[in-house]
């Protein structure tokens, strides 16, 4: 999944730094052990509260005292400038100086983060621009070209508000064994009369995804999904099987079974995989006599997707965390 650039001078927002930012930052550098880390904290904090005072600006609640940046202890022992955004989960505000081409994102702040916003300073400190946004990152440094425009953030909160952050599905964790609830082997759902596929008893050639023999480096998963996608009250059946692949990347397939007596998909069903700017990325359409639909990505470390079931004007949508 590749992120769309777009240039960083036209979508910047402006925002002047008030007295009181500036106040708060200086008090909290006085903190600090060394000039180094002084600065360090003071452009941390004037980073969170301008990214503060935007999300006030959109209507987005926040909270200031719950994030780990007003922690005294937390801006002593780590390099963080997270925003606390209750029911959705934790910004990164990474501050860069006028002219940087690359932010700099210590390892520390890669987890437990719904998205980085990055606030570009000048030697004044009298106004910053809010730069971009990007969902995740796993690498220390990222190329202020590869950042979204601020749309794309307000359309990535909205998602996480139709989805809070505990109920992304951490893929990562599915390899230590480790699985959300509803998330069943394909074995124990099948052993449900009502569910086993009546197609699987002809026999297991029929079915390209074979859950008896597979190797060990690959897990797989099911979820039964009801939401009126559905013939004589047969509900359908997403499968997710991962793999490791090479440079840290995931293999991710995707396929959704009818279930129980019905042979067939509803025709019609769309499997929709869509990106972490909300685009859709890939897209899947059973026809009159498919089993099964399927599709087939690759993904980063950290990397956040969604998965859509949909038939006319009902959809369910699961949400992913690679």
Known sequence: MNNSTY??????LILPISQTAR????????????????????????????????LQMMDIPTDLQASDSWNPIVRL??????????????????????????????PETW???????????????????LLGFIPSVATETL??????PLETFIDHIWQLRQSPVNSLVNLSQWFAGIFETGWETIESLWNVPELRPTYAFRGIETLELD???????????????????QIHNQPVMLIVEISPEKDQQTSIHLQLHATGNQIYLPPGVHLTVIDSSGAIFLDAQSRK????????????PTEQFSVRVALDNTSITEYFRI
Not at 32 to 43: C, G, M, S, Y
Not at 86 to 105: A, D, N
Not at 143 to 148: F, S
């Open 7 to 12: 240039q960083l001078d036209d979508f910047a």
């Open 23 to 54: 106040i708060t930052a200086q008090q909290f550098a006085n903190q600090q052990p060394n000039p180094e880390k002084a600065e360090q904290v003071r452009l941390n904090t004037l980073a969170v509260w301008v990214v503060n005072d935007y």
């Open 77 to 106: 022992c780590g390099d963080v400038a997270d925003l606390q955004v209750p029911s959705i989960g934790r910004l990164e505000c990474r501050p860069v100086h006028l002219h940087q081409q690359i932010c700099s994102i210590p």
């Open 111 to 129: 987890e437990e983060r719904v998205g980085y916003l990055i606030v570009q300073f000048d030697e004044s400190l009298e106004e910053a621009r």
């Open 143 to 148: 190329p202020l070209g590869q950042l979204q």
């Open 211 to 229: 859950v008896l023999k597979q190797p060990e480096s690959i897990t797989k998963r099911a979820k039964v999904i009801d939401l009126g996608i």
């Open 289 to 300: 006599s498919d089993n099964y639909i399927q599709l087939q990505f690759r993904g980063e």
